[in-house]
């Protein structure tokens, strides 16, 4: 049975948040079907599977100078696995790097065992990104290109005109027992713990970028602010000196005490200005029971099930869109609807990466 390699750009577990390396912890501490993980050295290892670190040598410096590569220390891993598996075929998992992908197969075709190897790549951005002048035949040369949603897919089909590659969509999922809805009594208890009793809580939670479209949404608030005194706007993972009636700059906050801000909230706010390729706060808050109003852009739409579960602005850049939906909602116009159970569950995101390794692993024996 083939070896399955992951290689990945973070230390995993990774001490720090991220989402895609959340779900990876969570299919690690279980059962899973990784053989190898390829990173540099993190500050504990996983017990079941077996490591090759990517050590930060003088060596390691001078190499990549010399072949203009930052990750040449991931190929060397590679090859060094390679040779103490000889003989065997290999799935090799490549997470946001499609440069180590080009490398990667450069670099089997040289030892003459592409053959015997599938490469997929992950990829958790929604457009297309690969520049087919730069990376000539790249979709040629990799085996699975893994995306998030079927409308990243639709937006690679029609980008390409040769788009000569396997496709599958991973959604990215959250751990429900953490994320949930909590029921009425629950949720004013928290607000009351909070100081928030008789308010609507709206919430927004990301890094302060300007992509993530916080001073607009601020904008908005203002507006609305005038209207409606008894809401307040929480946002988190951001701490601005400036002070705006109903509004708390909350700042960073632990991941273990997120699903409570979730579940205390009202209303959660996602004004991004990007392409989102999924947008994992969104299923965080769709799971605790907030109203969500979003950007119509990037994967949005589908994690909202095209505005099923929450209110897509077409045109996010409008402030006046943002102020119309706070009030729509406030004055009872937006009735919220929620899904029927848990939605986009890490157990779900488990089975289906087993699924995809599993069809790689029959495809190549």
């Known amino acids: 049975m083939a070896k399955v390699i992951l290689l990945s ?17 969570s299919y690690l501490q279980g059962k899973h079907q990784i053989d190898y993980i390829i990173c540099e050295n993190p500050e504990e290892r996983f017990p079941n599977v077996k490591y090759e670190i990517v050590e930060n040598t003088f060596y390691l410096k001078v190499r990549r100078r010399l072949h203009n590569f930052f990750r040449i220390g991931f190929i060397d891993a590679l090859e060094k696995v390679i040779a103490e598996n000889k003989g065997e075929k290999f799935i090799i998992q490549v997470i946001d790097n499609f440069n180590i992908a080009v490398r990667i197969n450069e670099m089997l075709v040289r030892k003459g065992i592409r053959k015997d190897c599938a490469i997929q790549v992950f990829y958790h951005g929604f457009a ?26 639709k937006a690679h089909k029609a980008f390409y005109t040769v788009f000569p590659c396997k496709v599958s969509l ?27 009793e008789g308010k609507k809580v709206f919430i927004w939670c990301s890094q302060d970028r300007p992509k993530k479209g916080l001073s607009l949404m601020l904008e908005a608030w203002k507006k609305v602010y005038e209207q409606h005194k ?6 988190i993972g951001a701490k601005r000196d400036v002070s705006i009636d109903g509004v708390v700059f909350m700042g960073r906050i632990p991941n273990t005490e997120l699903p409570e801000f979730y579940q205390m909230a009202d209303c959660y ?56 939906a706070i009030n729509d909602y406030l004055s009872g ?23 995809i390794i599993s069809n790689a692993k029959n495809n190549i024996s």
């Open 9 to 25: 750009q973070y230390p995993l577990p990774y001490a720090k948040i991220g989402s895609w390396t959340n779900m990876y912890k």
């Open 128 to 153: 297309p990104f690969i520049d087919i002048h730069k990376f000539k035949n790249f979709y040629e040369n990799i085996d699975e290109l893994v995306l998030l949603t079927n409308g990243s897919y």
């Open 170 to 196: 991973l959604p990215n999922g959250i751990d429900t027992k953490k994320f949930y809805k909590p029921t009425n009594i629950q949720q004013q208890n928290l607000k009351a713990a909070h100081g928030y």
């Open 230 to 235: 008894d809401i307040v706007f929480l946002v």
């Open 269 to 324: 706010l996602f004004p991004t200005l990007c392409h989102e390729g999924f947008g994992l706060s969104l299923i965080e808050a769709l799971n605790c029971g907030c109203y969500c109003i979003a950007s119509k852009a990037g994967g949005v739409p589908e994690v909202l099930h095209q505005g099923k579960y929450g209110k897509l602005i077409e045109n996010p850049n409008f402030v006046s869109e943002w102020e119309t």
């Open 333 to 355: 116009k937006e009735k919220p609807v929620y899904g029927d159970g848990e939605m986009y569950t890490i157990t779900e995101w488990i089975s289906n990466i087993n699924a």
